[in-house]
């Protein structure tokens, strides 16, 4: 670093320490697509809407893509293990406007997240885990108890305190916020393992029978089984042979909740082992993992319950409500808790899958701490908001930034129809900011050729630097992934026009900021350019 750009930081240290292990990276990699909550609200319904898919193809076309995904952001932490390792990389790289830019996209994103997870707590935790055991017990106080809380003001007093827990644990630093991470892990694995072996142990004649048994008494069915399969191709759904062009629609779809095994390169400047390949590798060892278990859970569902019938159950339960009857969405944990007789594994399945849910909220507001840190620390934002705590090594400031924009967006969610309107045009984002992220690693071994060099990352393959190779093919997954949710309808983008119309704003708004922030510090006194020519100090 020159002294000239010495004479400009904030101060010679950000005061974060290194204390996640190589382990809780990898756990907190696989956090995004935590295996539980894919498996139980996201990929189920997509046989049925798309006919000629298949969800264990395009899980491992999505997991191989993932790789180049995760390297092209992993390769630039290994060079630049920064807190906002991203932010760093592509304002370092192509320009600081670019840079900002790109970051602030992955902020509304993550923010909107937060609003959206905040929500889950009833929606995807306490409502589910209720109904599963309401339902499959016959227990109906449970059942409306489960109703009642996913209502105001029930849902909003749940997610309030939801956030408080999670900056609370995340002001405690990242230590015993990893340890508490584990713990959650090892809980919702168990209930995962618990469906694997439930599934192994029952062939396709059992499983029918108690589906019947638990079912018939609802629908007024002799065959209940049969009865969805029959209504679901009354109602038009269509069935084909697996084909590629069936199945790489639903690529797109996987790929938007399973390509983000590198977030741990949010907190890149506090994971052990700078200068050696351990966090690029926790990134690659996440995504093989976690599409592993996916794959295999799926498999085992399928052989169980039949594939033909997940389909239909899920359609029938979309096009035709009332026809379904059931009193819950026929979720993984519902379809698979009716096998066992008696309430255990039914409770036991429903405490487990809870334990998903704080775990993939908290994730959502590191990324956007650790940005309002990052942006903060390099005279982007006013110094208070990169203060470190101390004792714990937090940024307390930010953390509260975050929770207090984070209880806005969940009010949002709770009492406005229109949040959801953002979310769904905010998918684009995630694309918008990995294809930057992608061109950034095409451009880093030619525009900082010595930092290339003495970087752990630098790897050739037939003398084509690995992070080129790997930048490209996530421009180019990501490009797919972008022109099939405008172009294809029933992923859910409705508006096209306005959701990239929405990432572009963003992202212009970024990068007119930066131009602000540095006129504003020019004016101090302050040149922030000689802070982007060198990565800033640990």
């Known amino acids: 670093m020159s002294e000239k750009a010495e004479t400009f930081l904030l101060r010679k240290a950000t005061g974060l320490v290194r204390e996640a292990g190589f382990w809780d990276t990898v756990v907190y990699n696989m956090l995004p697509a935590a295996p539980g909550v894919v498996l139980a609200f996201y990929v189920f319904w997509l046989p049925g809407t798309f006919p000629g898919s298949s969800i264990p193809w395009a899980m491992v076309a999505a997991c191989l893509a993932t790789l180049f995904v995760s390297s092209s952001f992993g390769l630039l932490a290994l060079a630049m293990p920064r807190t906002a390792g991203d932010y760093v990389a592509t304002s370092r790289i192509l320009h600081p406007a670019v840079g900002l830019a790109s970051s602030l996209l992955l902020s509304f994103s993550s923010i909107l997240s937060v609003g959206y997870w905040t929500l889950a707590w009833t929606t995807a935790a306490f409502t589910p885990a209720l109904s599963v055991v309401g339902s499959t017990t016959g227990n ?193 944990p519902l379809l698979v808790s009716i096998i066992p007789k008696g309430a255990f594994v039914a409770w036991l399945i429903a405490i487990t899958f809870i334990a998903w849910t704080p775990l993939v909220h908290f994730i959502q507001m590191v990324q956007p701490i650790r940005a309002l840190f990052a942006w903060s620390f390099d005279r982007l934002l006013p110094a208070k908001v990169a203060e470190v705590d101390e004792r714990t090594h937090a940024p307390l400031v930010a953390i509260i930034i975050v929770a207090v924009i984070g209880v806005g967006f969940f009010a949002w969610s709770v009492w406005a129809a229109s949040f959801f309107t953002a979310l769904v045009l905010a998918g684009l984002a995630g694309a918008g900011v990995m294809i930057i992220m992608g061109i950034t690693a095409i451009a880093f071994p030619y525009v900082n050729r010595q930092l290339y060099q003495s970087s752990p990352g630098r790897i050739d393959v037939l003398g084509v630097p690995l992070c080129v190779i790997a930048g490209v093919v996530t421009v180019a997954a990501e490009v797919v992934i972008a022109y099939f949710y405008i172009s294809d309808s029933r992923l859910g983008l409705s508006n096209p026009g306005a959701a990239v119309a929405l990432t572009v704003g963003i992202l212009v708004v970024g990068a007119i900021y930066y131009f602000i922030a540095k006129a504003i510090r020019a004016k101090q006194g302050i040149e922030i350019d000689y802070i982007f020519k060198s990565v800033p100090p640990e």
């Open 140 to 332: 109906l106080g449970l059942i409306d108890l489960a109703g009642k809380l996913a209502t105001p003001p029930w849902n909003f007093i749940i997610g309030v305190v939801a956030i408080a827990a999670m900056s609370y644990m995340m002001a405690l630093g990242m230590r015993k916020l990893m340890r508490f991470q584990n713990i959650l892990y090892i809980i919702a694995m168990v209930g995962l393992v618990v469906m694997a072996v439930v599934l192994i142990s029952t062939p396709r004649e059992t499983y029918i029978a108690r589906f019947n048994e638990f079912a018939n008494p609802i629908t007024q069915q002799a065959d209940t089984y049969h009865f969805y399969l029959e209504e679901a191709a009354k109602g038009g759904m269509v069935t084909a042979p697996v084909s590629f062009s069936g199945t790489l629609p639903i690529f797109a779809a996987i790929m938007t909740m399973g390509m983000w095994s590198w977030w741990s390169v949010a907190f890149a400047g506090e994971v052990k082992g700078t200068g050696t390949r351990r966090h690029w590798y926790a990134m690659l060892v996440a995504n093989v993992v976690n599409y592993a278990i996916m794959i295999v859970l799926v498999l085992l569902f399928y052989r169980t319950v039949g594939e033909d019938f997940v389909g239909a159950v899920n359609y029938v339960s979309a096009v035709a409500p009332d026809t379904y009857g059931l009193p819950m969405a026929p979720m993984l």
